[in-house]
């Protein structure tokens, strides 16, 4: 990363953020039943994967409940916010080629990453910029459990304020 200012909060400002360098996230998180209650329950999804140990233990392959994908979603890219966008993110734009390829189980520890993978300046907007992020995320024994590009629309580098005396 180019040591750029960053903002007060913390985030990278456009300018920052390098095509092809890796953060790896200090934040890790242990994830527990509660988690995958509340979320499931505040999301509105009765889905038995998440929130019966029994129907899991009889009727699944994982014998237990698994962690719900977009609490695991919502969770990478949490961890991500303090090391790159906190302060700088204009919105979010969109989010692609979200994938989940191993499951995730109360008790997991997460850890994450995030990859650089493009940027451009804004056309319409001269103060913001593009980044693509890919978003990584890892349970403690290192096996990827969730991935995804997110397009975030964040703002420039202000410029130095000059006092003419």
């Known amino acids: 990363m180019s040591e750029l ?3 007060q909060r913390g985030g990278i400002y456009f300018e920052g953020f390098e095509i092809g360098a890796v953060i790896e996230h200090r934040l890790t998180r242990t994830v527990t039943q509660m988690d995958n209650m509340l979320f499931s329950n505040m999301t509105l999804n009765p889905q038995p994967l998440h929130i019966d140990a029994h129907f ?3 009727e699944t392959e994982w014998g237990r409940p698994l962690m719900n994908s977009l609490f ?3 969770l990478m890219i949490g961890i991500s916010v303090n090391d790159t966008t906190v302060g700088t993110t204009i919105a979010n734009l969109g989010m ?3 994938t989940f390829p191993a499951p995730l189980f109360e008790g997991d520890t997460v ?3 995030t990859e650089i993978v493009a940027k451009r300046e804004s056309r319409s907007r001269p103060e913001a910029g593009i980044v693509e992020f890919l978003h990584r995320a890892y349970k403690q024994d290192g096996t990827l459990v969730a991935q995804c590009r997110r397009q975030a629309f964040m ?3 202000p410029a130095p304020v000059t006092l003419d005396v």
Do not use: A
Request: aromatic share 0%.
């Open 5 to 7: 200012k960053r903002h």
């Open 56 to 58: 899991c233990e009889t």
């Open 72 to 74: 695991t979603l919502g």
């Open 96 to 98: 692609t080629d979200v």
């Open 111 to 113: 850890n994450c990453t």
């Open 155 to 157: 703002r420039r580098q």
